[in-house]
């Protein structure tokens, strides 16, 4: 059930995003962006036209409600730390520097009140709480057999490869690229599914109990992100010989990953590679904003 509950919250919302008309969409604008990441799961899941309608009403009826969180979060900050924050993290980027580091910059150049701090972990409790609504509302509209068929999905070790041609969404490729593309993946999908196995052997069954048990009480807690990753190392306590194991994995897949997007990269024209810096970067400012 977790990983179905997890393949849902990655899954709902492109479904019915993908229906809903373009003036539906600015409307939304970006409050639908933590959802934005949730489909192409679905595809392979046979749907009636009933089902899509009730997705669509349901995802139309959360629009607002996350979209108002988003424009609380929006205004905690005063308009100079909103400066200090783009400036850090244009700074950060520039630097070279990636995900964590990045945050951790902006942070640092921002500084939060306690007020701020108190008012945001608030606020994402709230958008945790509707996201959750969402995936059990979403779970109620499919059938057994289309739930077993996500929770398959979720189960792949590929998983990695899921993001793929989202990335490209908005770029207008060519038949030829789109097949290029499509080869590439298939070549790959089998040496990160190795990785993925061999990442999964790591652990003992009572350690796998652990994380599991963390995971859900951190979440429950409201944490997030780091946060989480945090309890549930601290929980699983893996030995030596394991952390080494991992990290020379989590190379192997980093390297992997590396490999395909260059070769990937290759495949577009010059055009095309500007529209995917130009998504990157929106991307990354409306994740600093916390939108």
Same mark, same amino acid.
């Given at each position: ?75 905690? &900050? *005063?308009? #100079? +730390? $909103?400066?200090?924050? =783009? %400036?850090? !993290? @244009? ?5 070279? /520097? ?13 500084? &939060? *009140?306690? #007020? +701020? $701090?108190?008012?945001? =972990? %608030?606020? !994402? @409790? ?5 996201? /959750? ?18 929770? $398959? ?5 590929? !998983? ?132």
């Amino acid at each position: 059930m977790k990983i179905l509950s997890a393949v849902l919250a990655l899954a709902v919302s492109l479904a019915i995003v993908g229906n809903l008309s373009a003036e539906e969409k600015k409307e939304g604008q970006r409050s639908d962006r933590p959802m934005m990441g949730m489909m192409r799961m679905f595809e392979g899941v046979d749907f009636s036209e009933e089902q899509k309608a009730n997705f669509k009403e349901l995802w139309k009826g959360y629009m607002p409600k996350l979209k108002a969180v988003g424009e609380k979060m929006g205004d905690i &900050l *005063t308009e #100079e +730390q $909103k400066t200090a924050r =783009a %400036e850090a !993290r @244009k700074a950060a980027i520039e630097a070279g /520097k990636k995900g964590k580091e990045i945050r951790d910059a902006v942070q640092d150049a921002v500084k &939060l *009140t306690d #007020e +701020q $701090k108190a008012k945001f =972990a %608030e606020l !994402r @409790k709230e958008r945790q709480a509707l996201r /959750k609504e969402l995936r059990e509302k979403s779970m109620e509209i499919m059938t057994p057999e289309q739930k077993e068929i996500l929770k $398959k999905k979720g189960q792949r070790p590929d !998983r990695p490869m899921m993001g793929g041609m989202r990335m490209f969404e908005g770029v207008d490729l060519s038949e030829e690229q789109k097949t290029n593309l499509k080869e590439l993946r298939k070549g790959y999908m089998p040496k990160l599914k190795a990785v993925g196995e061999k990442l999964g052997d790591i652990m003992t069954e009572a350690q796998k109990t652990v994380r599991a048990e963390a995971r859900k009480i951190a979440i429950e807690a409201g944490k997030k992100g780091k946060e989480i990753r945090d309890a549930v190392q601290d929980a699983v306590k893996l030995t030596d010989e394991q952390k080494a194991m991992f990290a020379e994995l989590r190379k192997e897949m980093q390297s992997l990953r590396k490999e395909l997007r260059e070769k990937s990269m290759e495949i577009l024209t010059p055009e095309q590679k500007e529209v995917l810096k130009a998504k990157y970067m929106r991307w990354q400012k409306h994740k600093a904003e916390g939108k």
